[in-house]
């Protein structure tokens, strides 16, 4: 169980950043306990409730993610987020757009075990392959999190 925080690069300030719980599941007599499942649900709401006239979005996100070194300490990771995202169209202006997109990237990164794995901290970035033609999606996808094992 964890926190995960995901952003686009953009390079323009507002709607890029995505807060929210993470779950995993991972099994020692799974794959040598190298594939871990991960699932979470990430909005840009608390970046919304400080800065006026930013789009709230909302993404499920289902996410395995292969670990090639799991029991050392810097463990390069491979990870895919398939999942659903969706914005509210509160104001009139954007009506027309087509609120919601499926969500498929894959990304490489880093993980830190710490205390022989019961904590960790991780770094992805990589590349969203749909992108709508709303522009509040880009291509480049990157993420940080925290997790402990309960």
């Known amino acids: 169980m964890g926190l995960r925080t995901q952003g686009v690069v953009d390079f323009e300030p507002g709607q890029d950043l995505f807060e929210g719980p993470e779950i995993g599941y991972s099994d020692y007599n799974l794959f040598a306990h190298s594939l871990q499942l991960r699932g979470a649900y990430l909005t840009n709401r608390l970046e ?42 509160e104001s009139e202006i954007f009506k027309d757009l087509d609120n919601s997109s499926w969500v498929a ?46």
Do not use: C, M
């Open 48 to 89: 919304a409730a400080f800065r006026p006239n930013i789009i709230r979005q909302d993404y499920f996100l289902f996410s395995p993610v292969w670990h090639f070194r799991r029991n050392a300490l810097f463990d390069p990771t491979l990870q895919t987020d398939l999942g659903y995202w969706r914005y509210d169209t």
């Open 105 to 150: 990237s894959i990304q490489v990164g880093l993980a830190l075990n710490l205390f022989q794995g019961e904590y960790g901290l991780y770094y992805h970035f990589g590349y969203n392959f749909i992108t709508p033609d709303s522009g509040l999606l880009f291509p480049g996808v990157f993420g940080v999190g925290f997790w402990k094992f309960l």
